[in-house]
């Protein structure tokens, strides 16, 4: 009895959205948007401000589902498994998309094979940092102090396998010197060794740092095109055009989605990210709102691979 | 003075009606989770959170704090009436606490956990008005060095935990170092002892860990025994306190307040440790430590107290420098930034009133919680009354909600039945639980900072002993390990041919 209840419950809303929609590229709802992190991170909370907006333009309940687990790798496989409707998007960044599938031998996923690109809805960028107290001025007094000090040039990141870890890795390969890595639980610990002077050099996400400049940690440099902050150069103005690279959060979809719902969704995503009040909220985080096409996404993640898989190769860094 | 008209200011934002609505209802979520097993704030502010989108910074800020604190009080209630840590900073109350319900002294227990953590609570809302920024600096003496010998100072303190054999005690530490590897290796990224499973790369859930060698293990003992099965052993005594209980109570309650306050701060897991140490210091402070695991009112009244005040003090990082010490707060500055205020040194000055509103509404909601709690503990009592044969299938059913809950996956669910299990296992071998699982939490972090600490001195261990914080407590543990092995020597010769290991 009940369960019949329920059916015609789920059938009268069925029929309801249907109704208010075109019919061409309908999506039966509710959309869920699976961010495989816990709730309260960046990337969620991004995925939160989407999903909001969503809800108006595609007349659809919009849910933010969270699926945390190694290192988002969990979240992502199940995302795979999901009905290719349109109805599941997943959230994803380089670490999924770009390094899970250099350093894991046996990945649960094929980024390409298994998911097509929706919109990239956000970019942020990594930054080098030393303790106040630290004599390292500039990136120059940087990579000098680095040679000086082949022995003490260790430098932190927020995670084993990270973008940041590999951005460091470039950094010593400017100077000639193998860094010690070490990673930390997060950007929040490494923020707290780099104010306290445990460790002397940090590279991190720009938004992670950012409010703690000048006084508390000195970013010497941002590693994006332009300048973040008037006072902080980036990497290429300072004379390392190599050093430069950006992270990303994207959106997509199971592959076998239809590419009329996948561009139905994109456009609405898009729209999305560009509302002022999410484009404000955003930049008040530290990052930068995107809002592509699934073409220009699908370009993104190749020349982000084509960039990153060498220096991931070479560092030898496996995690399996 | 400055002091005085912060506080003045903090009043005007959290004593409007709103505010205190949230405050309410805030405290009020809060207790009900903490008394669902398994079911704890994070997943709650997580639900929450966007519900707060609507409201403004402050009062979303205030009714989320009340979450946080108010599940601290409610977590106790289960650990105490049935054995079942509701919240992962309960788990040492469990101890004593379910040992006083035994004995028919569950509503003492209930009450002096209720105003034991209402004294920490004031008190450590005292703390954070008056010394959140110096406080804030001590987070940053501590590098690998000092993290490494504050946990090795915390592994043998822990020894005392257990009220049998001491050999056995140490094995469980040992076992619980060794559980905590199991996951991603911090430093390679390597996955260790996962078995190909992907979710233990995260290593094996502290919840899951918890509520089976504690919660389900105690259901298959009780099913065991047919006669035994109901909880309540003997009658039920008076629900306020003894006299008696209060004069031990106090002390204990002072101590855990400050042991609380203290290591709330550190970044790690600050309410669980600071609960486990308040419990140690309990104990060894005691001239009659062998009434320790059977019900002592001091065994719930110092963690209960610790753990309240340690939750207080946890926002110190987070309000005066962005930095969240652990996953709560870091969904807390997740809600801040989509207030559009960025957690950060700058926040004192910026915000003012939401810094100094916050601040004052814990104190409220301490006083709310109180007025909430002391009444309940009557009907809770009274659940003790319900026959083990209708309990035991809700207390599993709640449980088995609140392990889905934490990841929105099965796999805790198996993992913790398994763990039931163990826990089982353990029983009959009379190895207790509870130094595993404070090797299990500190493992970790004695192994990162241990790795780290030698990674950055480039394979030179004298860091360990050239810092005068590190040697500090190091030498510290190498006299507990004396304190401790002494009277064992001792013993040991006086029975040399007896094979009995002695109590610690």
Redesign the interface.
Known sequence: MRRCCVGVLVAMMVVLCAAGMPAAQEIKGPIKIVVPY?????S??VA??IA?KLKDSLGQTVI????????G??GT?YAKGQPADGATMLLVNPALFVVAPV?FS?L?YDPDADFAPVSLIQIYQFCASVPPVSPIKDVKGLIEWIKKNP?QA?YGSP???SLPHFFGLMIGKAAGVEM?H??Y?GS??L???L?????PIGVDAYDAQS??HP??IRILATAGTSRKQPDIPTFKEAGFPEIEGVGWNALVVPAKTPKPVIDKLSAAVVKAVRSPDVV??IK???SDPAGTTPEECSAVFKKDRERWVPIIKASG???? | MELLSNLALGFQTAVTPMNLLYCLVGALIGTLIGVLPGIGPVQTIAILLPTTFALPPVSALIMLAGIYYGAQYGGSTTSILVNVPGEASSVVTCLDGHQMARQGRAGAALTISALGSFAAGSFATLVLAVLAVPLSELAFQFGPAEYFSLMVFGLIGSVVLASGSMLKAVGMIVLGLLLGMIGTDVTSGAHRFTFGIPELADGVGFVSLAMGLFGICDIINSLEKRETRDILKSKLTGLWLKKEDLRMAAPAVLRGTLCGSLLGILPGGGAIISSFTAYMIEKKCARDPERFGQGDIRGVAAPESANNAAAQTSFVPLLTLGIPPNVILAMMAGAMMIHGIQPGPRVITSNPALFWGVIVSMWLGNVILVVLNLPLVGIWVRLLSVPYRLLYPAILVFCCIGLYSVNNNTFDIGLTALCGLLGYVFHKLECEPAPLILGFVLGPMLEENLRRGMLLSRGDPSVFFTRPLSLVFLVLAAGMLIAVALPAIRRGRERAFKEDYTNV
């Open positions: 816990p709730a309260g991170g960046g969620d909370v939160r401000l909001d933010v589902e969270n699926k945390p687990g190694a290192g790798r969990i496989e350093v046996k649960a022995n260790n995670a084993a396998g010690v070490s990673s639980n929040g610990p923020v707290t060794a104010i306290g002077n445990q460790i409010a703690y006084d508390k404000e909220k008040g985080m530290g860094f496996k995690a399996e």
